[in-house]
């Protein structure tokens, strides 16, 4: 049983995707309270779950470090060697002049994550021992902010797809650091699935209860989309912003501006689609003699070398996810600005898929750093990006903040103003 759930006023959660309010009740160990409208998932049960996230976090802290600091990876050719570690890609790219892209394999691969381990620890460890760190709120709403960005598991995936492009190529060594990594990513994961982030907001600040919501009667009440928390949305003077009352997020019934916001992100994603594959990603220069390659000659390349399931998952990743995501997007713009209450479960759905999948796109762009950093060995054998690569990592960014800029409460805020009196509480 949960004390915080089972004792006091019964605590109230607004669902984060179609905004339905709904009563928390305790689960059983393990057991995941889904939205009753549709089907989200609003918040779980977990055993001892601040104990396993920190000590999986300390751990993963201690593969970080030998990850970044041993040989990732050894490439022979000839008898010549070249050796790299998991930053030598950042380091290739940016001095092959494509620093846009040097910057983004470090934030994702690198940055983001270690930030992500070191503010879980900053407020694992005190809540550990009973105590809140200052500004606790704030760094765990960075936390969760961050979790998308942090790319290490389809870092790994560009390792596997440059790691068979290069096979046949030359002699490949593994080092000491990809094994650390491999386990690191094994470690997140397990992490994050140990991570219950409503256990944390409930001991940073109580759930608003039944009881405050019948005092707020007849005023506007907002749910905030970092913590699910309901408040009461005062009366602001124009421009102002309301701040959430537990993490300090800014408060708002929908976010701003989200449709035009979304579509104007579509519209340039959509536009730097056409250069990120009619423009090379990337030239192998092999004893002198240099080919420019595009995403699509990329998979051409890996179907007639008979690796069919690396280029079906080039193909996957890089030319058909982007583009599902785009028109998805677009789907889910075209029906909400019409306010159609058509399939509004299965639309839920959509946006939930369009959400997950995006960031597998990068496999591309961490697959083009490694193979810029391990092949390197002058006149012999040499990999330089080329700048369709720049815009195709631009696609994949764009289209990323795109469905982050959607609101999916607004798919069910049709079937409101259709039916007021039948729709369950909303906020
Ligand atoms: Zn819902
Ligand atoms: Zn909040």
Not at 140 to 165: D, H, N, Q, S
Request: glycine share 6%; net charge positive.
């Amino acid at each position: 049983m949960n004390d915080a759930v089972a004792s006091g006023p019964l605590p109230l959660i607004a669902c984060h995707e179609c905004g339905t309010v709904q009563h928390m009740r305790a689960l059983p160990e393990g057991g995941a309270a889904r939205c009753a409208r549709c089907g989200a998932m609003l918040y779980r049960q977990r055993r001892d779950s601040i104990e396993h996230t920190l000590l999986l976090t300390l751990a993963a802290l201690i593969l970080f470090v030998i990850a970044n600091t041993f040989p990732f990876l050894t490439f022979e050719l000839e008898g010549n060697a070249d050796t790299s570690t998991l930053l030598s890609g950042v380091r290739s790219l940016y001095e092959g002049g494509m620093w846009p892209l040097a910057v983004l394999v470090l934030l994702t691969a690198t940055v983001v994550p270690l930030v992500w381990l070191l503010s879980v620890a900053y407020v694992f460890v005190p809540l550990q021992f009973g105590r809140l760190p200052g500004g606790a709120a704030r760094v765990f709403r960075v936390t969760e902010l961050l979790r998308p960005w942090a790319m290490m598991e389809v870092y790994l995936l560009g390792v596997i797809v440059a790691y068979v492009k290069l096979s046949d190529l030359a002699r490949l060594e593994l080092g000491i650091a990809l094994f650390a990594f491999v386990g690191l990513i094994i470690v997140m994961i397990a992490a994050e699935a140990a991570l219950e982030p409503h256990e944390i907001w409930r001991r940073l600040g109580p759930q608003a209860s039944v009881r405050q919501l019948g005092r707020w009667r007849g005023r506007s009440v907002v749910s905030c989309h970092n913590c699910d928390q309901l408040a009461v949305m005062p009366r602001l003077p124009a421009r102002a912003t309301a701040h959430c009352p537990r993490c300090g997020a800014t408060m708002h019934r929908r976010k701003p501006n989200s449709i035009a916001r979304t579509w104007a992100l579509v519209v340039t994603a959509a536009i730097l689609y056409i250069p990120a594959n009619l423009l090379p990603v990337m030239t192998v220069v092999y004893f002198g003699r240099g080919e420019p390659d595009t995403i699509l000659s990329g998979v051409k390349e890996l179907i007639g070398a008979g690796m069919w399931p690396v280029a079906l998952l080039v193909f996957f990743a890089s030319i058909t996810v982007p583009v599902l995501k785009l028109l998805g997007l677009t789907f889910l713009l075209i029906t909400v600005q019409r306010r159609s209450s058509w399939r509004l479960r299965d639309r839920s759905v959509t946006y939930r898929i369009i959400e997950q999948v995006g960031r597998w796109s990068m496999v591309d762009i961490f697959m083009i750093s490694i193979l810029v950093a391990l092949v390197n060995l002058g006149t012999i054998a040499t990999i330089e990006p080329g700048v369709g690569a720049i815009c195709f990592a631009a696609v994949v960014i764009i289209t990323m903040f795109a469905s982050m800029s959607f609101d999916p409460r607004l798919i069910w805020d049709a079937e409101e103003s259709r039916d007021a009196r039948r729709t369950p509480l909303r906020a």
